[in-house]
T-cell receptor, first 114, second 114 residues
């Protein structure tokens, strides 16, 4: 079955540091990949997505590249801000078999210190 | 504000109580979802409704009973819960069922079963 593995948190960084949150996946078909963000007290919001190999999703300074050869979709940001403190979820959907459920990772809590 | 509201935001209930969670979406979407978010576990999809018909039930115990009276409202009726059911319950909606369409999440109901 499909699964998503992301680095365990919590991750604590200083403002303006470089961020990487690792995500790898297992899927039986041709998945689309997503990063969702959950700010304190709120629901999940779609941050970015990529639908095929070598695609790069980007939003709000965050980027992630769909790497089929390494089955990875690592989230990066060059200079984090305090407002980026949140929980980040990697997810996939495998559309090959008509099963379009989102499969989520466990989430990575990110805290940015001023 | 994502257009998906949930009430109550916090709920404490005993194992013999009966309570209901409510979700309302103001986005004109046709699909609605219930997810369970537990600490250090991936989000678990519980139920999916499309045009008020249940299309997915991920082997959820019968003590959780969903109801979708129309495309804007979704309820989760709870009875004789267990302490391990304590979690954040998230509602989401999308234009159609499945992850081809972006899902918009509500802020969740934090449930504590005593």
């Amino acid at each position: 079955g499909n699964s998503v593995t992301q680095m365990e948190g919590p991750v604590t960084l200083s403002e303006e540091a470089f961020l990487t949150i690792n995500c790898t996946y297992t899927a039986t078909g041709y998945p689309s990949l997503f990063w969702y963000v959950q700010y304190p007290g709120e629901g999940l919001q779609l941050l970015l997505k990529a639908t095929k190999a070598d695609d790069k999703g980007s939003n709000k300074g965050f980027e992630a590249t769909y790497r089929k050869e390494t089955t990875s979709f690592h989230l990066e940001k060059g200079s984090v801000q305090v407002s980026d403190s949140a929980v980040y979820f990697c997810a996939l959907t495998d559309t090959n078999f008509g099963n379009e459920k989102l499969t989520f990772g466990t989430g990575t809590r990110l805290t940015i210190i001023p | 504000e994502t257009g998906v509201t949930q009430t109550p935001r916090h709920l404490v209930m005993g194992m013999t109580n009966k309570k209901s969670l409510k979700c309302e979406q103001h986005l004109g979407h046709n699909a609605m979802y219930w997810y369970k978010q537990s600490a250090k576990k991936p989000l678990e999809l519980m139920f999916v409704y499309s045009l008020e018909e249940r299309v997915e039930n991920n082997s959820v115990p019968s003590r959780f009973s969903p109801e979708c009276p129309n495309s804007s409202h979704l309820f989760l009726h709870l009875h004789t819960l267990q302490p391990e059911d304590s979690a954040l319950y998230l509602c989401a909606s999308s234009q159609g069922p499945g992850a081809t369409y972006e899902q918009y999440f509500g802020p969740g109901t934090r449930l504590t079963v005593t």
